[in-house]
């Protein structure tokens, strides 16, 4: 690992911290001095504020800011902050024991009282109004006796923060780990991991370690000789052989069987009603003659009776203008009596305009006929999804390994949850959790809710909208683990990686599984986090395809400020439903057209390299059907969750590299690399089944140790 140049952000970082505690301390200082009126001012406000004995106030304000602002330049942990603010408070409470004798409310009161004398330096401060909110609060619930318990509670927790672990050693005592205690809970409970690798993980011995790194490649250390780095000696009790599931391989789950189609409900296959034949020629007529009344002679060449539209094609003199056809949509919609219509005006290489006018009865297209009737061309195709039946009845399926990436959009009612929702559903029909993963994202907290325990979840269902944006970024360095994998065995993308390890049993590598992340309301997460979500967005759709991750998103609000350009720009595949204007229409599709649409599954679709949208009326699958598929594959197999999503509260680095020295797995890391004299992040997740969040915590601060360099 070769030392980084300090990018321009964090230089620029650095000197808003510098300015931030020139400015407090200068502050600070007038304030001390009473320098003019300002600065009378400022001292004066200070007493009002925080009490006599101004100047101990100003330097504990200067200690924290100095703790908070220069955290990581200082090395200094979150447990001298923490302790900072105690002795803010027991500075607080002592102080009010010994001035005052009122307690609770009363004290606040008397407080309050005297807040002009105090300002105008008539009567003494005491401790401050800041103090007496806090005494007073706190007085009121365990009164002064109570309060004296409190103070010697916190100097004791302070002695323990500050020299706990100097006392640990000297009495020879393993103190908890209290990150890992006071570390917050999370907002709603999550499912508890099963014993990982990494718990059960035995020292190697050092034989082991040089084989393991004979057999994969990783880039060679440059060490620092320190006689503060001693090469430690290594036990070798037995290796115990434990499946880990981490982002870059899965467990196989040998035993899982894909779900029957019997689960869903059966379909009666009829080729057409006869209500829609006789209203087809009917309109087709009616068509034609109404046509004729504005002078557009024209004849009807066929017409095609779909699922909920009937398109009829209809060849004007090559004297006509097309352009007049479709000016006269509005005419034709109410002398055929129809909701709505779309003109397609010509037909793409057809000598002929269609026109299409809603079916007097709807024959919805189910997900079994579809299912059951996958051309055998498309069969292996892991990644293959139902869209539903074009207007000439023929079945549309979707392949998100050629997309590589899904853009869904449409108003409420329009059908948009129930696609995804197929989609899911076919995904658990057709793959194990071995072959595909997902990471399901759900501000709305409803939409997943069948899919809560189903064991292709890389991760517990994302509700929160903050948590949403983090998942993401840990999405991205994923993406970036598996090509640093890819580059490690000399492969190019997941498929030629995945025949590698099935040529080359001697690498003892596993199957790498695809992982497929659906959003499901993207408005709610550029509301609250647009940069970071759009930035991640961007970074997967344009890199991630070769690394076998696939990202569906889907909103209700097709603006401009939540489908962004960068967006659009980035997910070429997409699906518009029934939208209110034709100004949404072109935010989804570049086109107008998604304003004509019916609802209840009518939906526009344009793939990759398409130039014009398909009509398409989407398959239907009733919730009874995902909840009974997504039972079969709860049933089976609990979900194997990527440890890197269980932390996600960590994934901005706030803890910087000293965090990761309270890693169970820290020592052996450091162990294995001075025994080996070699280290990469690639090389501890192969070895350690860590995730690429924890590996490279723990890569940053052996650096920072100097261990590696």
Do not use: C
């Not at 080359?504 to 970071?532: F, R």
Request: proline share 5%; glycine share 6%; charged share 20%.
């Amino acid at each position: 690992m070769t030392m980084k140049k300090r990018s321009k952000k964090a230089i620029q970082e650095e000197m808003i911290r510098v300015t931030y505690m020139a400015i407090i301390i200068m502050v600070l200082v007038i304030a001390y001095f009473k320098q003019g009126p300002v600065g009378l001012f400022l001292y004066r406000l200070s007493l009002v504020l925080f009490g006599t004995y101004p100047l101990v106030n100003y330097l504990l304000i200067a200690l924290i800011s100095l703790l908070v602002l220069f955290k990581k330049k200082l090395k200094v942990s979150y447990k001298m902050v923490i302790a900072a603010f105690i002795i803010f408070s027991v500075w607080y409470l002592y102080m009010a024991l010994s001035m005052t004798d009122y307690v609770g409310l009363d004290y606040i009161q008397h407080f309050l009282g005297r807040m002009k004398p105090i300002f105008l330096e008539q009567l003494p401060a005491e401790i401050g109004l800041i103090g007496a909110l806090f005494y007073g609060g706190i007085s009121a619930l365990i009164h002064q006796g109570g309060v004296k318990i409190l103070i010697a509670t916190l100097i004791i927790l302070v002695i323990y923060l500050l020299f706990g672990v100097q006392i640990a050693k000297l009495l020879n005592i393993k103190l908890p780990s209290i990150k890992k205690a006071n570390k917050p809970a999370r907002k709603k409970p999550r499912r508890k991991l099963k014993p990982s690798a990494a718990d059960e993980f035995e020292s190697p011995s050092a034989a082991t370690m040089d084989e393991a790194i004979a057999k994969s490649e990783t880039k060679k250390a440059v060490f620092i000789d320190s006689e503060s780095v001693t090469k430690p000696q290594v036990v070798a009790p037995p290796v115990k052989e434990v499946k880990v599931t981490s982002a870059a391989t899965v467990s196989t789950f040998e035993n899982y069987t894909l779900p029957s189609l019997n689960l869903l409900d059966a379909f009666k296959s009829k080729k057409g009603s006869s209500l829609n034949n006789i209203a087809a020629q009917r309109k087709g007529k009616q068509l034609i003659d109404l046509l004729d009344q504005f002078q557009i002679p024209a004849e009807l060449i066929e017409y095609h009776i779909g699922p909920a539209i009937t398109k009829f094609e209809i060849r004007p003199d090559s004297n006509v203008k097309v352009s007049k056809i479709a000016s006269l949509s509005d005419n034709i919609k109410m002398n055929l009596k129809a909701k709505d219509i779309r003109i397609e005006a010509p037909i793409p290489g057809r000598n002929a305009v269609g026109v299409e006018i809603p079916n007097v009865e709807v024959t919805p297209v189910r997900l079994l006929e579809l299912i059951e009737n996958i051309p055998e061309a498309k069969k292996d195709k892991q990644l293959l999804f139902i869209l539903g039946k074009n207007l000439m009845g023929q079945a549309i399926y979707g392949e998100l390994d050629k997309m590589p990436h899904l853009l869904i959009a449409g108003a409420t009612g329009s059908g948009k949850s129930v696609a995804v929702n197929a989609l899911i559903t076919t995904l658990l029909l057709r793959t194990t959790p071995s072959q595909v993963k997902m990471l399901l994202i759900d501000p709305k907290k409803v939409e997943f809710t069948p899919f809560h325990e189903i064991p292709h979840l890389i991760a517990p269902v994302v509700s929160d909208a903050s948590e949403a944006a983090r998942a993401l970024k840990v999405m991205v360095g994923i993406m970036e683990e598996r090509y640093e994998l890819f580059a490690s065995v000399e492969t190019r993308n997941i498929s030629a990686y995945n025949e590698k390890v099935v040529n080359e049993p001697h690498l003892h590598l596993e199957i790498m599984p695809k992982i497929v992340v659906i959003i499901d309301e993207l408005a709610d997460l550029m509301a609250v986090a647009g940069k970071d979500v759009e930035g991640s967005i961007q970074r997967i759709t344009q890199l991630a395809r070769a690394a076998g991750i696939h990202l569906i998103v889907a909103t209700q609000r097709p603006s401009t400020d939540v489908i962004t350009g960068i967006i659009k720009a980035n997910i070429p595949s997409r699906i518009a439903f029934a939208v209110t204007s034709h100004i949404d229409s072109r935010t989804i599709l570049d086109a107008s057209g998604a304003e004509k649409l019916l609802g209840y599954g009518d939906m526009l679709y344009v793939p990759i390299g398409e130039p014009h949208p398909t009509r398409i009326q989407g398959v239907f699958v009733s919730d009874d059907e995902v909840k009974r598929v997504a039972q079969a594959a709860t049933g089976q197999a609990k979900p194997h969750f990527d440890d890197a999503f269980m932390e996600l509260d960590g994934v901005e680095g706030n803890e910087g590299y000293l965090g990761a020295l309270d890693d169970p797995l820290y020592e052996e890391v450091k162990a294995y690399i001075i025994a080996t004299q070699r280290a990469s992040t690639s090389m501890i997740q192969r070895r350690f089944s860590l995730g690429y969040n924890r590996a490279a915590r723990i890569m940053d601060t052996l650096f920072e140790q100097n261990i590696i360099g």
